[in-house]
Each structure stands twice: as structure tokens, then as C-alpha cells.
């Protein structure tokens, strides 16, 4: 299957723990996007890489908020000293610039519950 | 400013009916592209379909068909004969191109089909 993936699937931790998460794109997608959707909302943006360029983050990103994409491939997420508000599901989609499309594709998402 | 609006929070027909999902959005660009995805209870978002503002022609693709009206800003979304199988929420998204190509969600329709 080559479609986006996510790891890990679900996530639970305690208050003030770091937890990291990781997408793999479609192969080939250059775009890709971190969102997050919390119960009963539509995805929300975080943000956004073309190759290995994060090049948009949202105003929802605060500075315990960290993600990269070294060498334009697989992604991460990173979020320093959780509160229970992070609580969420977080999505990521890829697309490619190169397609008359560019359509996104998401993957089946990380749940996060922090205690 | 962008805004999508589902103002269906829920939807239950019985097996067989038709039923339609109501999709308003607002943009004061010329050129946008609107989205529909599948959310199943699994959780991963399922691309259903993408529009782009100049062409309003409407699509069917099986028992699924799309209005488009940029008179009234609308995207809707009928799904015809539904099956058990069509349970889901569903979201209508914005995307109105810029740099980002980020996606605008709106808060999503929960469907169920009654047996």
C-alpha cells in the first residue's frame, strides 16, 4: 500500500511529557501538512512543508509545538510538555505540487489523550 | 475571509432514501477549489471529490452527485439509494490556493443510515 502513514496510531500520556509523532507521505508527494481535529470539529491547519521547507505554520502552533521533515520525506511532530488541550487527533496529508490536482491525501491520523 | 459551513450536524435516513449534505462557503477569491471527504468511524479521511470555482458543471459518479452553485456559494452533496456502508461524517473543504494550499474544513455532517 502506498498510501500516507502514521505512527503511532494512538498516544496516551501524562501532563508535561514530550511526545513525538511521525507521518510517511505518499511516495513522491512533496507537500505535505500536519492538521489537527479535536471532537466534533473538522481538521484545523498546523502546518505546511514543500520538500524539507516547513513554509506556513498556523497561529495554533504554539512554541511547544515542533515539526520537521529532513530531506523532503517522512515528517514529525513534536509536541514539549503536553497539556490536556493538546488532546486531539492529528492528521497528516501529503499532495504533489506536480499533479494538475493537488489533491490532499490523509493518513489514518495519531490520537492523542494526555491525562 | 474563508469560511465553509455545514450547518447539518446530523442526518439519519433509513436504508434506501436519498439524502443531501448542505455545503455553504465564502471567499472573496476568484479562483478556489471545494472538497468533500469521507470520515468513516475508522477515522481517516476519505477523498470524495474536487471542484475548482470555474467549473460548475455537476458530477455524478455512482449513486454520488454533486451541486455546485456559485450564485449561492453552495457545494452540495447527494448520495442516492444510501447503504448502511454510507455512515460517516462528512466534510465539505475550502481550499483557496495561496502558497500554502492549506484545506478550510467545515464542521462536518454526521450520517447514519438506519438498516
Known amino acids: 500500500d502506498t498510501g500516507v502513514s502514521q505512527d503511532p496510531r494512538h498516544k496516551i500520556t501524562k501532563r508535561g511529557q514530550n511526545v513525538t509523532f511521525r507521518c510517511d507521505p505518499i511516495s513522491e508527494h512533496n507537500r505535505l501538512y500536519w492538521y489537527r481535529q479535536t471532537l466534533g470539529q473538522g481538521p484545523e491547519f498546523l502546518t505546511y512543508?514543500?520538500?524539507?521547507?516547513?513554509?506556513?505554520k498556523s497561529r495554533l502552533l504554539s512554541d511547544r509545538f515542533s515539526a520537521e521533515r529532513p530531506k523532503g520525506s517522512f515528517s514529525t511532530l513534536e509536541i514539549q510538555r503536553t497539556e490536556q488541550g493538546d488532546s486531539a487527533m492529528y492528521l497528516c496529508a501529503s499532495s504533489s505540487r506536480q499533479s494538475s490536482t493537488d489533491t490532499q491525501y490523509f493518513g489514518p491520523g495519531t490520537r492523542l489523550t494526555v491525562l | 475571509a474563508q469560511k465553509v459551513t455545514q450547518a447539518q450536524t446530523e442526518i439519519s435516513v433509513v436504508e434506501k432514501e436519498d439524502v443531501t449534505l448542505d455545503c455553504v462557503y465564502e471567499t472573496r477569491d476568484t479562483t478556489y477549489y471545494l472538497f468533500w471527504y469521507k470520515q468513516p468511524p475508522s477515522g481517516e479521511l476519505v477523498f470524495l471529490i474536487r471542484?475548482?470555482?470555474?467549473?460548475?458543471q455537476n458530477e455524478i459518479s455512482g449513486r454520488y452527485s454533486w451541486n455546485f452553485q456559485k450564485s449561492t456559494s453552495s457545494f452540495n452533496f447527494t448520495i442516492t439509494a444510501s447503504q448502511v456502508v454510507d455512515s460517516a461524517v462528512y466534510f465539505c473543504a475550502l481550499n483557496y490556493g495561496g502558497a500554502t494550499n492549506k484545506l478550510i474544513f467545515g464542521t462536518g455532517t454526521l450520517l447514519a443510515v438506519q438498516p
Open positions: 512543508f514543500q520538500n524539507e521547507a516547513q513554509l506556513e
Open positions: 471542484r475548482n470555482s470555474f467549473d460548475e
